[in-house]
Protein backbone atom coordinates (compact mmCIF):
# COMPACT_ATOMS: atom_id res chain seq x y z
CA UNK A 1 0.00 0.00 0.00
CA UNK A 2 1.41 3.40 -0.65
CA UNK A 3 -0.49 6.37 0.19
CA UNK A 4 1.78 9.52 -1.78
CA UNK A 5 2.00 12.94 -0.10
CA UNK A 6 0.04 14.71 -3.10
CA UNK A 7 -2.04 13.44 -6.21
CA UNK A 8 -2.08 16.17 -8.92
CA UNK A 9 -5.64 16.61 -10.09
CA UNK A 10 -5.94 14.85 -13.40
CA UNK A 11 -9.01 14.08 -14.62
CA UNK A 12 -10.27 13.05 -18.28
CA UNK A 13 -11.52 16.67 -18.49
CA UNK A 14 -8.16 17.82 -18.30
CA UNK A 15 -6.41 15.66 -20.23
CA UNK A 16 -9.32 16.21 -23.03
CA UNK A 17 -8.02 20.31 -23.10
CA UNK A 18 -4.60 19.09 -23.20
CA UNK A 19 -5.32 17.37 -26.28
CA UNK A 20 -7.49 19.55 -28.06
CA UNK A 21 -4.69 21.97 -27.59
CA UNK A 22 -2.12 20.01 -28.93
CA UNK A 23 -4.39 19.13 -31.78
CA UNK A 24 -5.28 22.77 -32.80
CA UNK A 25 -1.12 23.59 -33.47
CA UNK A 26 -0.57 26.62 -31.05
CA UNK A 27 1.36 25.16 -28.65
CA UNK A 28 3.41 28.49 -26.98
CA UNK A 29 1.55 31.24 -24.83
CA UNK A 30 -1.43 32.15 -26.53
CA UNK A 31 -5.20 32.19 -26.29
CA UNK A 32 -5.66 29.56 -23.60
CA UNK A 33 -2.63 30.98 -21.06
CA UNK A 34 -4.39 34.47 -21.61
CA UNK A 35 -7.98 32.00 -20.37
CA UNK A 36 -6.46 31.02 -17.62
CA UNK A 37 -5.05 34.59 -16.57
CA UNK A 38 -8.57 35.56 -16.63
CA UNK A 39 -9.99 33.17 -14.66
CA UNK A 40 -7.06 33.57 -11.84
CA UNK A 41 -8.20 37.01 -11.62
CA UNK A 42 -11.40 36.85 -11.33
CA UNK A 43 -11.39 34.21 -8.55
CA UNK A 44 -8.97 36.34 -6.48
CA UNK A 45 -10.55 39.58 -6.98
CA UNK A 46 -8.00 41.37 -8.61
CA UNK A 47 -6.96 43.71 -11.18
CA UNK A 48 -3.83 41.65 -13.13
CA UNK A 49 -2.59 38.40 -13.00
CA UNK A 50 0.00 37.35 -14.80
CA UNK A 51 1.17 34.10 -15.81
CA UNK A 52 4.79 33.14 -15.94
CA UNK A 53 7.12 29.88 -15.84
CA UNK A 54 6.98 29.68 -11.84
CA UNK A 55 6.86 31.32 -8.91
CA UNK A 56 10.84 31.73 -9.15
CA UNK A 57 10.80 33.86 -12.12
CA UNK A 58 7.42 35.55 -11.41
CA UNK A 59 9.21 37.02 -8.19
CA UNK A 60 12.15 37.85 -9.89
CA UNK A 61 10.13 39.62 -12.51
CA UNK A 62 8.32 41.45 -9.26
CA UNK A 63 11.69 42.66 -8.08
CA UNK A 64 12.85 43.90 -11.31
CA UNK A 65 9.42 46.06 -11.92
CA UNK A 66 9.92 47.86 -8.47
CA UNK A 67 13.16 48.83 -10.10
CA UNK A 68 14.84 46.54 -6.76
CA UNK A 69 18.55 45.72 -7.86
CA UNK A 70 22.27 46.34 -6.88
CA UNK A 71 22.46 48.70 -3.64
CA UNK A 72 19.01 47.69 -2.11
CA UNK A 73 18.26 45.05 0.86
CA UNK A 74 15.04 42.74 0.85
CA UNK A 75 13.75 41.04 3.74
CA UNK A 76 12.88 37.81 3.46
CA UNK A 77 12.24 34.71 6.47
CA UNK A 78 14.26 32.05 6.88
CA UNK A 79 11.64 29.13 6.78
CA UNK A 80 10.78 28.85 3.03
CA UNK A 81 12.33 27.16 -0.37
CA UNK A 82 15.43 28.70 -1.43
CA UNK A 83 14.01 30.48 -4.21
CA UNK A 84 12.40 33.31 -1.76
CA UNK A 85 15.72 34.56 -1.26
CA UNK A 86 17.35 33.60 -4.18
CA UNK A 87 15.41 35.56 -6.51
CA UNK A 88 16.48 38.63 -4.13
CA UNK A 89 20.49 37.53 -5.16
CA UNK A 90 19.69 36.88 -8.77
CA UNK A 91 18.53 40.74 -9.26
CA UNK A 92 21.81 41.89 -7.66
CA UNK A 93 20.44 42.82 -4.38
CA UNK A 94 20.89 41.30 -0.87
CA UNK A 95 18.85 39.30 1.25
CA UNK A 96 18.21 40.05 4.79
CA UNK A 97 17.17 36.69 6.38
CA UNK A 98 15.33 36.88 9.00
CA UNK A 99 13.65 34.34 11.49
CA UNK A 100 10.30 32.97 11.90
CA UNK A 101 7.79 32.58 14.22
CA UNK A 102 7.44 29.16 16.00
CA UNK A 103 3.73 28.83 15.91
CA UNK A 104 3.01 30.24 12.44
CA UNK A 105 6.04 29.08 10.62
CA UNK A 106 5.46 32.99 9.12
CA UNK A 107 7.65 35.73 9.07
CA UNK A 108 8.28 37.15 13.16
CA UNK A 109 6.84 40.85 12.29
CA UNK A 110 8.46 42.03 15.01
CA UNK A 111 12.06 40.81 13.56
CA UNK A 112 11.35 42.71 9.99
CA UNK A 113 10.75 45.82 11.74
CA UNK A 114 14.65 45.25 13.21
CA UNK A 115 16.16 44.33 9.90
CA UNK A 116 14.86 47.46 8.24
CA UNK A 117 17.95 49.48 7.10
CA UNK A 118 17.75 52.76 4.85
CA UNK A 119 18.61 50.10 1.60
CA UNK A 120 15.50 48.29 2.75
CA UNK A 121 13.22 48.81 -0.38
CA UNK A 122 10.73 45.55 0.15
CA UNK A 123 9.80 42.39 2.03
CA UNK A 124 9.27 39.01 0.51
CA UNK A 125 7.07 37.60 2.86
CA UNK A 126 6.09 33.67 2.30
CA UNK A 127 2.47 32.31 3.28
CA UNK A 128 3.87 29.17 3.90
CA UNK A 129 1.73 26.18 3.63
CA UNK A 130 -1.19 28.44 2.63
CA UNK A 131 -1.21 30.27 6.36
CA UNK A 132 -2.16 33.59 4.98
CA UNK A 133 0.06 36.88 6.70
CA UNK A 134 -1.88 39.04 9.05
CA UNK A 135 -1.74 42.29 6.91
CA UNK A 136 -2.34 44.48 9.59
CA UNK A 137 1.01 44.28 10.63
CA UNK A 138 2.60 44.04 7.60
CA UNK A 139 0.87 47.36 6.36
CA UNK A 140 1.79 48.81 9.07
CA UNK A 141 5.39 48.50 8.59
CA UNK A 142 5.20 49.01 4.77
CA UNK A 143 3.32 52.47 5.84
CA UNK A 144 5.97 53.53 8.57
CA UNK A 145 9.15 52.95 6.53
CA UNK A 146 7.48 53.24 2.92
CA UNK A 147 8.33 49.88 1.20
CA UNK A 148 6.94 47.33 -0.72
CA UNK A 149 5.25 43.86 0.69
CA UNK A 150 6.15 40.97 -2.68
CA UNK A 151 4.27 38.14 -1.13
CA UNK A 152 5.61 34.74 -1.93
CA UNK A 153 1.99 33.25 -2.24
CA UNK A 154 3.59 30.01 -3.73
CA UNK A 155 1.21 27.84 -1.50
CA UNK A 156 -1.76 30.05 -0.95
CA UNK A 157 -4.46 30.00 -3.76
CA UNK A 158 -7.73 30.03 -1.85
CA UNK A 159 -6.43 31.47 1.48
CA UNK A 160 -7.86 34.86 2.64
CA UNK A 161 -7.16 37.34 5.52
CA UNK A 162 -10.20 39.37 6.99
CA UNK A 163 -12.49 37.73 3.84
CA UNK A 164 -9.72 39.06 1.19
CA UNK A 165 -8.22 36.78 -0.39
CA UNK A 166 -4.17 35.98 -1.09
CA UNK A 167 -3.55 37.63 -4.22
CA UNK A 168 -5.11 40.84 -3.50
CA UNK A 169 -3.50 41.56 -0.57
CA UNK A 170 0.35 42.90 -1.36
CA UNK A 171 1.80 45.22 -3.95
CA UNK A 172 2.05 41.96 -5.92
CA UNK A 173 1.64 38.42 -4.95
CA UNK A 174 3.58 35.56 -6.72
CA UNK A 175 2.06 31.82 -7.33
CA UNK A 176 3.64 28.49 -7.98
CA UNK A 177 1.48 26.10 -10.10
CA UNK A 178 4.17 23.36 -9.34
CA UNK A 179 2.88 19.70 -8.73
CA UNK A 180 3.02 20.65 -4.97
CA UNK A 181 0.05 23.16 -5.00
CA UNK A 182 -3.35 22.00 -5.79
CA UNK A 183 -3.62 23.84 -9.08
CA UNK A 184 -0.70 22.79 -10.92
CA UNK A 185 -0.15 23.34 -14.30
CA UNK A 186 3.51 21.09 -13.62
CA UNK A 187 5.38 23.82 -13.90
CA UNK A 188 4.20 27.65 -13.94
CA UNK A 189 2.79 30.38 -11.94
CA UNK A 190 0.87 33.55 -11.53
CA UNK A 191 1.72 37.14 -10.48
CA UNK A 192 -0.92 39.34 -9.41
CA UNK A 193 -1.56 42.54 -8.57
CA UNK A 194 -3.75 45.73 -8.96
CA UNK A 195 -0.97 48.47 -10.66
CA UNK A 196 -1.95 48.99 -13.77
CA UNK A 197 1.57 50.17 -14.78
CA UNK A 198 3.80 47.12 -12.71
CA UNK A 199 0.96 44.65 -14.76
CA UNK A 200 2.13 46.06 -18.48
CA UNK A 201 5.29 46.40 -17.50
CA UNK A 202 5.57 42.47 -16.07
CA UNK A 203 3.99 41.25 -18.90
CA UNK A 204 6.28 43.11 -21.10
CA UNK A 205 9.25 41.94 -19.56
CA UNK A 206 8.31 38.29 -19.79
CA UNK A 207 7.35 38.53 -23.41
CA UNK A 208 10.77 39.72 -24.96
CA UNK A 209 10.32 43.27 -23.57
CA UNK A 210 6.90 44.08 -26.50
CA UNK A 211 4.67 47.09 -25.89
CA UNK A 212 2.60 46.11 -28.69
CA UNK A 213 2.21 42.32 -29.85
CA UNK A 214 -0.77 43.46 -33.27
CA UNK A 215 1.29 41.32 -35.47
CA UNK A 216 4.72 41.35 -36.98
CA UNK A 217 5.02 44.60 -38.37
CA UNK A 218 3.41 46.40 -35.25
CA UNK A 219 5.76 45.18 -32.87
CA UNK A 220 7.22 47.42 -30.97
CA UNK A 221 10.61 46.42 -28.83
CA UNK A 222 10.27 48.56 -25.88
CA UNK A 223 12.58 47.17 -22.89
CA UNK A 224 15.19 44.62 -22.62
CA UNK A 225 12.88 41.62 -21.92
CA UNK A 226 13.11 37.58 -21.37
CA UNK A 227 10.87 34.91 -22.09
CA UNK A 228 9.12 33.62 -19.27
CA UNK A 229 5.52 32.70 -21.01
CA UNK A 230 3.62 29.88 -19.70
CA UNK A 231 2.77 27.39 -22.82
CA UNK A 232 -0.73 26.76 -24.18
CA UNK A 233 -0.41 22.91 -23.12
CA UNK A 234 0.49 24.22 -19.63
CA UNK A 235 -1.87 26.38 -18.74
CA UNK A 236 -4.90 24.16 -20.17
CA UNK A 237 -4.15 21.82 -17.01
CA UNK A 238 -4.49 24.85 -15.19
CA UNK A 239 -7.30 26.77 -16.93
CA UNK A 240 -9.57 22.85 -16.00
CA UNK A 241 -8.37 22.70 -12.82
CA UNK A 242 -9.61 26.09 -12.02
CA UNK A 243 -13.14 25.48 -13.14
CA UNK A 244 -13.08 23.08 -9.87
CA UNK A 245 -10.98 25.03 -7.05
CA UNK A 246 -14.23 25.32 -4.65
CA UNK A 247 -14.86 22.18 -4.82
CA UNK A 248 -11.13 21.07 -4.28
CA UNK A 249 -10.41 23.57 -1.20
CA UNK A 250 -13.50 22.72 0.34
CA UNK A 251 -12.40 18.99 0.17
CA UNK A 252 -8.39 20.10 1.80
CA UNK A 253 -10.26 21.83 4.26
CA UNK A 254 -12.46 18.79 5.33
CA UNK A 255 -9.44 16.43 5.35
CA UNK A 256 -7.63 18.86 7.25
CA UNK A 257 -10.41 19.41 9.77
CA UNK A 258 -10.39 15.42 9.92
CA UNK A 259 -6.96 15.17 10.26
CA UNK A 260 -7.19 17.60 13.65
CA UNK A 261 -10.14 15.38 14.92
CA UNK A 262 -7.58 11.91 14.77
CA UNK A 263 -5.10 14.03 16.17
CA UNK A 264 -7.16 15.67 18.85
CA UNK A 265 -6.40 13.46 21.47
CA UNK A 266 -2.92 12.78 20.65
CA UNK A 267 -0.29 15.36 23.20
CA UNK A 268 3.00 14.30 21.31
CA UNK A 269 1.75 16.18 18.10
CA UNK A 270 0.75 19.61 17.94
CA UNK A 271 -0.67 22.15 15.25
CA UNK A 272 1.06 25.20 13.97
CA UNK A 273 -0.98 28.27 14.28
CA UNK A 274 -3.40 29.50 11.54
CA UNK A 275 -3.21 33.59 11.73
CA UNK A 276 -6.22 35.00 13.70
CA UNK A 277 -8.69 36.18 10.78
CA UNK A 278 -7.10 34.70 8.31
CA UNK A 279 -8.29 31.35 6.43
CA UNK A 280 -5.56 28.76 5.77
CA UNK A 281 -6.25 26.64 2.22
CA UNK A 282 -4.77 23.67 4.03
CA UNK A 283 -2.49 23.32 0.70
CA UNK A 284 -0.31 21.10 3.15
CA UNK A 285 -0.91 19.95 6.60
CA UNK A 286 1.99 19.74 8.94
CA UNK A 287 2.47 18.89 12.81
CA UNK A 288 5.20 19.40 14.94
CA UNK A 289 6.49 16.14 16.86
CA UNK A 290 9.39 15.41 18.48
CA UNK A 291 11.78 12.72 16.90
CA UNK A 292 10.59 13.60 13.74
CA UNK A 293 13.51 11.77 11.23
CA UNK A 294 12.15 8.46 13.12
CA UNK A 295 8.92 8.76 13.09
CA UNK A 296 9.41 10.32 9.06
CA UNK A 297 11.16 6.57 8.26
CA UNK A 298 8.98 4.67 10.22
CA UNK A 299 5.95 6.02 8.15
CA UNK A 300 7.45 5.87 4.88
CA UNK A 301 8.53 2.14 5.51
CA UNK A 302 4.66 1.50 5.47
CA UNK A 303 3.89 3.24 2.59
CA UNK A 304 3.11 6.77 3.51
CA UNK A 305 4.88 9.27 2.13
CA UNK A 306 5.55 12.12 4.75
CA UNK A 307 8.19 14.88 4.24
CA UNK A 308 10.06 17.55 6.19
CA UNK A 309 8.38 20.81 6.15
CA UNK A 310 10.70 22.98 4.04
CA UNK A 311 13.99 24.46 4.48
CA UNK A 312 16.05 26.30 7.13
CA UNK A 313 17.98 28.67 4.31
CA UNK A 314 20.71 29.72 7.18
CA UNK A 315 21.93 26.18 7.37
CA UNK A 316 22.86 25.57 3.29
CA UNK A 317 26.44 27.12 2.14
CA UNK A 318 24.09 28.95 -0.72
CA UNK A 319 22.86 31.52 1.97
CA UNK A 320 25.67 31.14 4.99
CA UNK A 321 28.60 31.74 2.46
CA UNK A 322 27.35 34.73 0.72
CA UNK A 323 28.51 38.18 0.28
CA UNK A 324 24.63 39.32 -0.91
CA UNK A 325 23.00 37.63 2.04
CA UNK A 326 22.78 38.73 5.63
CA UNK A 327 21.78 36.20 8.12
CA UNK A 328 19.96 37.95 11.22
CA UNK A 329 20.73 35.10 13.82
CA UNK A 330 19.45 33.54 15.98
CA UNK A 331 16.96 31.30 14.30
CA UNK A 332 15.46 29.72 17.16
CA UNK A 333 11.79 29.57 15.21
CA UNK A 334 13.05 28.46 11.77
CA UNK A 335 15.60 25.61 13.95
CA UNK A 336 12.32 24.36 15.15
CA UNK A 337 10.22 24.34 12.46
CA UNK A 338 12.61 22.62 10.23
CA UNK A 339 14.05 19.97 12.39
CA UNK A 340 10.14 19.02 13.84
CA UNK A 341 8.10 19.46 11.33
CA UNK A 342 6.16 16.99 9.84
CA UNK A 343 3.56 17.05 6.65
CA UNK A 344 1.20 14.32 6.18
CA UNK A 345 -0.60 13.04 3.15
CA UNK A 346 -2.88 15.38 1.80
CA UNK A 347 -4.87 15.40 -2.09
CA UNK A 348 -8.44 15.62 -3.24
CA UNK A 349 -9.25 11.67 -3.59
CA UNK A 350 -7.86 10.81 -0.27
CA UNK A 351 -9.76 9.00 2.38
CA UNK A 352 -11.03 9.15 5.96
CA UNK A 353 -10.18 5.61 5.89
CA UNK A 354 -6.64 6.42 5.07
CA UNK A 355 -6.38 8.94 7.18
CA UNK A 356 -6.96 7.01 10.04
CA UNK A 357 -4.11 4.33 8.64
CA UNK A 358 -1.78 7.24 9.02
CA UNK A 359 -2.43 8.43 12.43
CA UNK A 360 -2.83 4.99 13.85
CA UNK A 361 0.70 4.31 12.25
CA UNK A 362 2.05 7.71 14.09
CA UNK A 363 0.59 6.93 17.37
CA UNK A 364 2.09 3.62 17.15
CA UNK A 365 5.51 5.57 17.79
CA UNK A 366 4.12 7.70 20.67
C1 LIG B 1 7.32 29.15 -0.49
C2 LIG B 1 7.78 28.81 -1.88
N1 LIG B 1 8.33 29.77 -2.65
C3 LIG B 1 8.75 29.52 -3.90
C4 LIG B 1 8.64 28.25 -4.45
C5 LIG B 1 9.12 28.00 -5.84
O1 LIG B 1 8.04 27.75 -6.69
P1 LIG B 1 8.28 27.32 -8.20
O2 LIG B 1 8.68 25.86 -8.17
O3 LIG B 1 6.96 27.51 -8.88
O4 LIG B 1 9.33 28.18 -8.75
C6 LIG B 1 8.08 27.22 -3.69
C7 LIG B 1 7.97 25.88 -4.25
O5 LIG B 1 7.66 24.91 -3.62
C8 LIG B 1 7.63 27.50 -2.38
O6 LIG B 1 7.07 26.57 -1.61
Request: charged share 10%; net charge negative.
Given at each position: MIIPLIKPFITKEVKDKVIEVLDSGYLTEGKVTKELESVFQKYIGCKYAIAVTSCTTGLEVALRCLGIGPGDEVIVP?????ATAAVVTIVGAKAVITDVSKETMLIDYDLIEEAITSKTKAIIPVSLFGNPLDYDRLNQIKEKYNIYIIEDAACSIGAEYKGTK?????DISVFSLHPRKFITTGEGGIITTNNQNWADWMNSYKHFGIINDNGREGIIFENIGTNYKLSNVLAAIGLIQMKHIDELLDRRIQLSDHYFSLLKNISEATVPVTTPSGKHNSQSFCIYIENRNTVMKHLRDKGIEVQIGTYALHKYNAFNNNTQIVLKYPFNGSNFSFEHCLTLPLYHDLTFEQQRIIVTELKKLF
Open positions: DYTYPVGNLA
